[in-house]
């Protein structure tokens, strides 16, 4: 009876730790190929922050709001959508309210961090004026 008892454990043992090898590699594999889509350098750690602040990446926030571009009035229209669609009011959930709100917060941010700051040259070589007051 202890023999099988041991036998169990062990294979249990065995499995468990093949189990979780194949999740390490897989986790690997995935970091490094989100740090070749991310560009590497500084815009690789730019987004690697912006991801862990928000806790999505750039590509899980465009799924959810349902966008291929990064057009404001298109991630507006699909925000206001999803967002009400999730009201808990209307037996939403808010769960998913969240991660829309949070998805609508990274494209944001990514959307401020690719335009030109301002007083900054633009792609056409003009400078772009701070707004008077």
Excluded at 13 to 23: E, H
Excluded at 73 to 88: A, P, R, S
């Amino acid at each position: 009876m202890a023999k099988y008892i041991a036998q169990i454990i062990v294979l249990g043992g065995q499995i468990i730790g093949k189990a979780f090898t194949r999740a390490l590699k897989q986790e690997i594999a995935a970091s490094q190929e989100a740090a070749k889509r991310a560009g590497g350098g500084q815009q690789g750690q730019n987004r690697a922050a912006a991801n862990l602040r928000t806790g999505m990446t750039l590509e899980e926030a465009q799924q959810i709001l349902n966008i291929t571009k990064l057009d404001p009035e298109e991630v507006q229209k699909n925000y206001k959508h999803l967002f009400e669609v999730n009201e808990k009011s209307k037996g939403g959930s808010f769960y998913l309210q969240s991660k829309v709100f949070r998805a609508k917060e990274r494209i944001e941010q990514e959307m401020k961090e690719a335009k030109p700051p301002e007083g900054e040259k633009t792609d056409t070589g003009t400078r772009r004026e701070q707004p008077t007051q």
